[in-house]
């Protein structure tokens, strides 16, 4: 035996919701890493991580919501500042 079932969502409604963004941590955001961070600005950039905090300061500024790591190592264990 088999069931379907159709669900009707009025157009729209699910566009908002937090679920529907990726959560995303880059690690080196200098050159190539700040370009690939750009094409993925419209999700939710939920950690930077790079050792020049100076060069990377404006990427960081950019994201202020997001945490900020100085190393890999902390980043993978959520260890920031």
């Known amino acids: 035996m088999a069931a379907l079932s159709f669900h009707y969502m009025q157009a729209g409604c699910w566009q908002d919701?937090?679920?529907?963004?990726?959560?995303?941590?880059?690690?080196?955001?200098?050159?190539?890493?700040?370009a690939n961070l750009q094409a993925c600005k419209s999700e939710n950039i939920a950690a930077l991580c790079d050792v020049?905090?100076?060069y990377s300061?404006?990427?960081f500024a950019r994201y202020p919501e997001a945490k900020v790591y100085k190393d890999y190592a902390s980043c993978s264990k959520g260890k920031g500042h």
């Open 17 to 34: 919701a937090p679920s529907n963004k990726l959560n995303i941590a880059c690690v080196g955001i200098g050159g190539m890493g700040a």
């Open 52 to 54: 020049d905090s100076e």
């Open 57 to 59: 300061a404006k990427i």
